[in-house]
């Protein structure tokens, strides 16, 4: 059983910055990729961030040069750093990894989410 738990989420002025974590724990051979999707009021889940084994990463074009997603993999964590906050970016954000066990078989994930409010 793998569990992933987000942080970092909470209330923030525009312009203003946070870092989310996302820590896998549990039965983890490979995080073959991870990925910070959100969800706001009234609208689907979208797509913000991904980052895969090899490093790749790719943006939604509305987070591009404002957010960087990275991760640690001694320590099976993820990171979305957003900067210039705008209120647009008000939305619960929810981790997602894809994870191997040791027979190859890959598996996804979410986490439970966290809030993110961009207000004056």
């Known amino acids: 059983q793998v569990q992933l738990v987000e942080s970092g989420g909470g209330l923030v002025q525009p312009g203003g910055s946070l870092r989310l974590s996302c820590t896998a724990s549990g039965s983890i051979f490979s995080i073959n990729v991870m990925g910070w999707y959100r969800q706001a009021p009234g609208k689907e889940r979208e797509l913000v961030a991904h980052?895969?084994?090899?490093?790749?990463?790719a943006y939604a074009e509305s987070v591009k040069g404002r957010f960087t997603i990275s991760r640690d993999n001694a320590k099976n964590t993820g990171y979305l750093q957003m900067n210039n906050l705008k209120p647009e970016d008000t939305a619960v954000y929810f981790c997602?990894?894809?994870?191997?066990?040791?027979?190859?078989?890959?598996?996804?994930?979410w986490g439970q989410g966290t809030q993110v409010t961009v207000s004056s």
């Open positions: 980052i895969v084994s090899g490093g790749s990463m």
């Open positions: 997602n990894a894809g994870i191997g066990d040791r027979t190859g078989v890959q598996n996804f994930y």
